[in-house]
């Protein structure tokens, strides 16, 4: 997949062009990808960067995503003064048509661009002969009887609700970064873990453990999570999330690992001491383990 942080000046491809934000590529926006890998021509992501809003995956993590779904030109535009000063008619012209060449256009039916968020679908089908591309117009998808959409999954991730925010994403929630050295204490009750912390803008749940899955280069290892500020064995500690892997000995450090969110446990709680958090990971554990079959007797 080809990335661009900016509209490229010498793009020269015939492009299915997908627009929109594309928090979190959930299940609904799978939809415009396969009408642009349907047509024919060059699966092209057009995504809007708005620095100040938290996202449901980071800058990396979103291209990632992106290249595992067929996407093959990825194109970021952020979303400054430059953007919002746009008219609906520059935008379809100079960027939908002069630049990226679409042959293709596919949006979701509510989606708004341009000046003052003034255009939509019609003014789209209004340029669609003269600029010459042919418009797709996608229906939202539900779950449930209601809209998939990328808020409805924020609101499910901040609440701790993975398995709804697994089934909305058509993949987990998940936190990708390079493990850092922590304090140890993990190791030394036996859990050793791989510690990280959280990508700056993302949503977050709430601070607790979880079963997790970590995926490390090709492999996948099941394990536990936990989310939060190790309140047992201090009072300072920063926001992190450290992970025992199962049956993982090999050293990670300064190695980058993607954990995906399967299940909220419990809350992140502050324990009277090690030794009573040591027996509650041990529970966590067997927990996790039987919930997924492993070491079952």
């Not at 642009?36 to 990632?64: C, Q, Y």
């Not at 398995?163 to 993990?186: K, S």
């Amino acid at each position: 997949m080809e990335i661009w942080e900016s509209i490229p000046e010498d793009f020269t491809a015939e492009t299915a062009l997908c627009i929109g934000k594309f928090d979190g590529f959930h299940r609904g926006h799978r939809l415009l990808l396969d009408e642009a890998k349907n047509s024919g021509l060059a699966v092209t992501v057009l995504t809007f960067v708005f620095n100040k809003t938290e996202t449901i995956d980071s800058v990396e993590e979103k291209r990632s995503i992106a290249a595992e779904a067929g996407v093959e030109y990825y194109i970021e535009m952020e979303a400054g003064p430059e953007f919002f000063s746009l008219s609906p008619e520059e935008f379809i012209r100079n960027i939908v048509s002069k630049k990226l060449h679409a042959g293709y256009v596919i949006v979701g039916e509510d989606f708004r661009f341009g000046k003052d968020r003034a255009g939509d679908i019609g003014t789209l089908k209004e340029y669609e002969s003269s600029c010459g591309y042919h418009l797709i117009a996608v229906p939202k998808m539900q779950d449930e009887h209601k809209d998939i959409s990328s808020s409805r999954i924020r609101e499910c991730i901040v609440a701790g609700e993975m398995e709804d925010v697994e089934r909305l994403l058509g993949r987990p929630y998940r936190m990708t970064g390079i493990v850092t050295d922590g304090n140890r204490i993990g190791r030394q009750m036996g859990f050793p873990t791989a510690n990280m912390v959280p990508a700056s803008g993302k949503v977050l749940p709430p601070s607790g453990v979880y079963a997790v899955s970590v995926h490390i280069g090709e492999d996948e290892y099941p394990g536990i999570g936990n989310l939060g500020t190790k309140p047992t064995v201090g009072d300072d500690n920063p926001l992190g999330l450290e992970v025992h892997i199962f049956d993982y000995h090999d050293d990670l450090y300064d190695k980058e690992i993607v954990v995906d969110f399967r299940k909220f446990l419990r809350e992140e709680k502050r324990f009277d001491s090690v030794e009573e958090l040591h027996r509650q990971i041990e529970e966590d554990i067997r927990r996790v383990k039987n919930q997924n079959g492993i070491d079952k007797e």
